[in-house]
């Protein structure tokens, strides 16, 4: 079974940033898009940013455009999620997710197969 696995979150002010990391079986996912979404309480998981299997093509949902950087080294089969100018709302437990998506970046999580467990982010005002 394929397995992600994210670390880095934690509890930081308004202002502040974090780097989340998440680490994924290369040899497996090495033609896979991985994706970071979220999900804050009493709301649907929603993406955050995608990059495809080559790092060439990266996608960020309106809210985080600017403010957040994913990236991709598939030599140590880690993608991470750097995270500026971090706001209340930002608060959410943030999956990693990899999917065969044929060339696209899609923003749905039927999209995407394999999951992490999640990593807790919390932004206090």
């Known amino acids: 079974q394929v397995q992600l696995r994210e670390s880095g979150g934690g509890l930081v002010q308004a202002g502040g940033a974090l780097r989340l990391l998440c680490v994924f079986p290369?040899?497996?996912?090495?033609?896979?898009?991985v994706a970071w979404f979220r999900q804050a309480p009493g709301k649907e998981r929603e993406f955050v940013a995608g990059?495809?299997?080559?790092?060439?093509?990266?996608s960020y949902s309106d809210s985080v455009k600017g403010r957040f950087t994913i990236s991709r080294n598939n030599a140590k089969n880690i993608t991470d999620l750097q995270m500026d100018s971090l706001k209340p709302e930002d608060t959410a437990v943030y999956y990693c997710?990899?999917?065969?998506?044929?060339?696209?970046?899609?923003?749905?999580?039927?999209?995407?197969?394999?999951w992490g467990p999640g990593t807790q982010v919390t932004v206090s005002s």
């Open positions: 997710a990899a999917g065969l998506t044929y060339g696209t970046l899609p923003q749905t999580t039927i999209n995407y197969s394999y």
């Open positions: 290369g040899s497996t996912l090495e033609y896979h898009v």
């Open positions: 990059i495809s299997s080559r790092g060439d093509r990266i």
